[in-house]
Structure formats: C-alpha cells, structure tokens
C-alpha cells in the first residue's frame, strides 16, 4: 500500500507562486505514474499535471502532461530518498481559477492511491 500526504497549500496572492508537496511512504514502484489533481468549488475533478518516468529493463520514458488550463506556468517533478518519495508542484502567475482543493495520486495499473487533499485559495 502506499500513503500519500500532501502540505503547502493556504492563501496565496493572485500572480504568486504555488508550492506544493507529497510525500510518499510504502512501497513505490518505478511503474507508477505520479499526479496532480484539483477540485474547485462548483467544478469536476480536474488533472492538473502528471510525470510518468516508468523504467523497465529495457526502456525508460520521461512523460509530463499539463492541463491547458495550467500549461506554461507549471511544473511538477519527483524526488527519491531512500524512505520515501516526494511529488512537487510549482504553479506561477496565480488566479482566482486555481481556488481549488490539491490532491496527490499515484496511479498503479487499476488501481489510484489518492491522499487527503491540501486547499488553496488564490486571494486577490
């Protein structure tokens, strides 16, 4: 199993930075894909940005999706400690659209671990 938990969210200026992490304990595979999702008030779920960094014996892949809405002033990177692994978010030039509450997945074949959610609210 894997248990995810997110930190870094809070009230944040229009056209400031966002700085987010997950941090991530149990078992993490070189197959997993890591994502980002959000939630505003009112909407759908949406992803935000995923890494896909899968290594296999024979290949490795280096994929990274940015929703359109967040493409160009995102940017979403992993790092692996010996303990535990890290998913960050970095989002620029904030708006009031980006009110959302952050949630962290990894995605596993069928399976999607999710954590808890971190909120972000974009003040003006």
């Known amino acids: 199993q894997v248990q995810l938990m997110e930190s870094g969210g809070g009230s944040v200026q229009a056209g400031g930075t966002l700085r987010l992490s997950c941090t991530a304990s149990?078992?993490?595979?070189?197959?997993?894909?890591w994502k980002w999702y959000r939630q505003g008030p009112g909407k759908e779920r949406e992803l935000v940005a995923s890494?896909?960094?899968?290594?296999?014996?024979?290949?490795?892949?280096?994929?990274?999706?940015?929703a359109p809405s967040v493409t160009g002033r995102t940017g979403i990177w992993k790092y692996h400690a010996r303990d535990s692994s890290i998913l960050y978010l970095r989002m620029n030039k904030l708006i009031s659209e980006d009110t959302a509450m952050y949630y962290c997945?990894?995605?596993?074949?069928?399976?999607?671990?999710r954590g808890q959610g971190t909120q972000v609210t974009i003040s003006s």
């Open positions: 149990g078992m993490i595979l070189t197959t997993d894909i």
């Open positions: 997945a990894i995605s596993r074949g069928s399976t999607e671990f």
């Open positions: 890494v896909d960094n899968r290594q296999t014996v024979n290949s490795a892949v280096d994929t990274r999706y940015f």
